[in-house]
């Protein structure tokens, strides 16, 4: 049977587990004529909204390396001709991916099984969207 996509959903935090999960998500992007769409989100519940100057300059710091791994994203897509669309956001991880992937009317979410906080089991954010999502998420 041959599955095609035309919407791939890549979240990705830069940990190893991601890394694997964009890899993949390329190939399947290539092998389907789909556009990837990977997505970064600044988790709010480590580090706010708030207005303390200290804080923000974390929470800039950290904006800035996600546009940094979106931009390796695009650069590895445009290498192999595949449409890319990149989007940064603010919110909670799981809640954020699966609003966008039901925003973009993803035909699957390819994610990390774990993010950088974790080790040697399902992280959270893969099992709440396992769990949340109406549409196949396939960790990696």
Known sequence: ??????????????????????????????????????????????????????????????????IEILDEVASRAEEHGIPIETKSCHGVPDEEIATYAREIDADIVVMGFQGETHTKKIGSTADHVLRELDRPVLTV
């Open 1 to 66: 049977m041959e599955v095609d996509f035309s919407r791939i959903l890549v979240p990705t935090d830069g940990s190893d587990a991601a890394d694997s999960a964009v890899e993949y998500a390329l190939h399947l992007a290539a092998d389907s004529d789909a556009t990837l769409h990977a997505l970064y989100v600044v988790d709010t519940r480590l580090y706010g909204d708030s207005g303390f100057s200290s804080l923000d300059v974390m929470v800039t710091d950290i904006e800035d390396r996600g």
